[in-house]
């Protein structure tokens, strides 16, 4: 958002384990205003994904906000750097990180953008997690070429107008200050990266670890912080408790495979 984060706590302390990119990204002029538009996470996710290329992928990209809490749950963040940690993570190659799920979508601009994106026609209503977080592998990255990540990114970087006209609150400072194409790609994420039009709930996924298959909410109002995985494991509350310090000594120290504990990112491990 404009500035160079200082991270020492986890460039200074891991030696070369941990490598910082810093790429800057201007939000382009949208040709029907003249005006500056916000382009939210699109940019940022579509230009570190066309950057990459050539430079070569991690083996598991984690595509997060600045502030992830506030739509993924900290214990799914947990269970997923765990198994990174211990390398049980292997097999997965897209997960949604999101809590609340989102209701099937469909309309014309979403189709068009679809189709202008993905290059085929949408087959059925879209179903997915709201709240574009995800982890993808090196191998899913690597199915759609350097060309394609390069179309989406002009669809969303201001590059081409916008296809859709907004009618209600759009929360703008004046027309055309946010495109509509970064919104309708929240719902379309898991597709550009390889899954089907309805993305399986994370409990009937059965290409996912058990460790990721606990039963999602439904039935109640989704919350962050109430959400279906907050009884099993660790969150907000212990994150902050622990601090940087010790979540950050248990990424690099993480018990062996073969014990039978589950500790969790911000719980104190046992003596």
């Known amino acids: 958002c404009g500035e160079v984060a200082q991270l020492p ?4 302390k891991n030696g070369k384990a941990v490598l ?22 699109c ?10 290329r050539d430079e070569g992928y991690a083996d598991m990209t984690l595509f997060l906000h600045g502030d992830p809490s506030d739509h993924t749950p900290f214990g799914l963040l947990n269970l997923l750097l765990r198994g990174l940690a211990l390398g049980t993570m292997g097999e997965v190659e897209f997960l949604h990180l999101g809590s609340p799920r989102l209701v099937h979508t469909y309309n014309p601009c979403q189709a068009g953008l679809f189709e202008a994106a993905i290059g085929r026609p949408l087959r059925t209503p879209l179903s997915t997690y709201c709240c574009a977080q995800f982890a993808v592998s090196r191998q899913r990255l690597l199915e759609r070429s350097r060309e394609e990540y390069i179309r989406m990114l002009q669809l969303v970087d201001g590059s081409i107008p916008d ?29 550009v990266f390889g899954e089907d039009e309805e993305l399986p709930l994370r409990a009937d996924d059965r290409r996912l670890p058990v460790s990721l298959r606990l039963k999602d909410n439904e039935e109640s109002m989704p919350s962050t912080w109430k959400s279906y995985l907050s009884p099993y494991v660790g969150g907000q509350f212990s ?4 601090g940087h310090d010790q979540w950050f000594a248990q990424l690099l120290d993480a018990p062996s495979a073969g014990r039978a504990h589950q500790a969790n990112f911000g719980d104190v491990l046992p003596e």
């Open 9 to 12: 706590h986890v460039t200074t």
């Open 20 to 41: 910082a990119i810093h790429h800057v990204i201007e939000d382009a002029v949208d040709p029907k205003t003249g005006l500056q538009a916000r382009r939210d996470e």
């Open 43 to 52: 940019t940022a996710y579509l230009a570190h994904v066309v950057h990459q």
């Open 163 to 191: 296809l859709c006209e907004r009618i209600g609150p759009a929360y703008e400072k004046y027309v055309g200050a946010r495109l509509s194409h970064c919104y309708f790609f929240e719902f379309m994420w898991h597709s």
């Open 239 to 242: 994150f902050s408790r622990q």
